[in-house]
């Protein structure tokens, strides 16, 4: 057995590119309803798991669970996908300290707050493989 292999399975990283929300990957749920509908299932099944998750938000606090949404209502429903990134991976870094300071504080804040150690600052993704 490797040395990895008693660990928790780390599969995903995200390295974020830009700090700008409109920038931010979208896909319309209707191409996931046409070619990819399991997965579009299982995008379900996480942001249920992630909106029920009890993230320490007041009860009705519906403003944070729509921008936390992995699903985005308010343009044609679509399927966050850096919301998706965020929440799937064991690590989500920037490009640059600063980069990863600022992330954290803008459009990933609700994100830092519920996954505070998920998110790190290697610079340019660039890390010696540690397992």
């Given at each position: 057995?490797?040395p990895?292999?008693?660990?928790?399975?780390?599969?995903?990283?995200?390295?974020?590119?830009?700090?700008?929300?409109?920038?931010?990957?979208?896909w319309?749920?209707?191409?996931?309803?046409?070619?990819?509908?399991?997965?579009?299932?299982?995008?379900?099944?996480?942001?249920?798991?992630?909106?029920?998750?009890?993230d320490?938000?007041?009860?009705?606090?519906?403003?944070?669970?729509?921008?936390?949404?992995?699903?985005?209502?308010?343009?044609?429903?679509?399927?966050?996908?850096?919301?998706?990134?965020?929440?799937?991976?064991?690590?989500?870094?920037?490009?640059?300290?600063?980069?990863?300071?600022?992330?954290?504080?803008?459009?990933?804040?609700?994100?830092?707050?519920?996954y505070?150690?998920?998110?790190?600052?290697?610079?340019?993704?660039?890390?010696?493989?540690?397992?």
């Amino acid at each position: 057995m490797g040395p990895c292999l008693g660990r928790h399975a780390a599969v995903f990283s995200y390295t974020n590119h830009t700090l700008l929300p409109e920038a931010l990957e979208v896909w319309p749920v209707a191409f996931f309803e046409r070619l990819l509908p399991r997965h579009l299932q299982i995008i379900y099944l996480i942001n249920r798991a992630l909106l029920e998750r009890g993230d320490g938000s007041p009860p009705h606090d519906n403003e944070r669970r729509s921008r936390m949404s992995l699903i985005d209502e308010g343009h044609g429903r679509q399927v966050r996908m850096a919301h998706l990134a965020t929440v799937a991976s064991h690590t989500v870094n920037g490009v640059a300290k600063l980069h990863s300071d600022l992330m954290q504080r803008t459009i990933f804040a609700d994100f830092a707050e519920l996954y505070p150690d998920r998110f790190t600052n290697v610079t340019n993704g660039i890390a010696v493989r540690r397992c």
